[in-house]
């Protein structure tokens, strides 16, 4: 049976990691159904699974065995080369490390999912300038990241992951490096532009405050959500 309005689903999702003859099972049987516009906060101590399963939903990894469905497609055993595709156009994501390019400016940055899809230069920056706008760096397109703060780059990643104004942001600790002025203004900002155009977001977070700040909670433990919070 499909939940109607469900736009990540797991079944039974298993992920393990094989180093040499050592079997890691980093995922063990994940159930979820998030659907369109939930806000999910996941904590869990570290080497719960966390961001195994965001890659997993995210299509950066297949699952061992289990069901992944996003946005009505099963992805469970995506090709490498199907699986860039439908992300680049279904999946944002905002990383702890939020590998800018280093040689590129941050609307350059910002472009790039959608110079890789093939869409036009001219929208396109039209797109990121508001964008950039939207998180406070109107005022620093042409800087390339060394030129930013560590804040300021968090802001750049957040509007490269909506650029495709893809359904769904996964974003791994996206505040866990900045000192809290800054964790607090990306948080607002991201917030904002979350409700704004209806998207759903699972975040991985170590703060337990901003974990209890999103209407909805996992906590994860030994490779499996032990708690749900929130009207689930
Ligand atoms: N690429 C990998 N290869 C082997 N083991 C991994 C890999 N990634 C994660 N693991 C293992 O899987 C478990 C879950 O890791 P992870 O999902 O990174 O946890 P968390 O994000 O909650 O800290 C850990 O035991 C970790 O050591
Ligand atoms: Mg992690």
Known sequence: MTV???????????????????????????????????????????????????????????????????????????????????????VGFVFQMNNLLPEFSAIENVMMPGLIAGLGRAPLRERAQKLLSSVELGHRLNHRPAELSGGEQQRVAIARALIMEPPILLADEP?????????????????????????????????PELAQRLPYQVVMEDGNIKDFGGPW
């Open 4 to 90: 109607p309005d469900s736009i990540i689903r797991l079944k039974d999702v298993h992920k393990t990691y094989q180093i040499e003859s050592q079997k890691v099972p980093a995922l063990r049987g994940v159930s979820l159904d998030v659907r369109k516009g939930q806000l999910v906060s996941i904590a869990g101590r570290s080497g719960s699974g966390k961001s195994t399963l965001l890659h997993v939903i995210g299509t950066l990894d297949n699952p061992s065995s289990g069901t992944v469905i996003l946005n009505g497609h099963d992805v469970s055993n995506l090709s490498d080369q199907a699986a860039s595709t439908f992300r680049n156009q279904t």
């Open 175 to 207: 505040t866990g490096n900045l000192d809290k002025k800054s964790g607090e203004l990306v948080e607002g900002l991201l917030m904002e532009l979350l409700q704004r155009n209806q998207m759903t977001m699972l975040l991985v977070t170590h703060d």
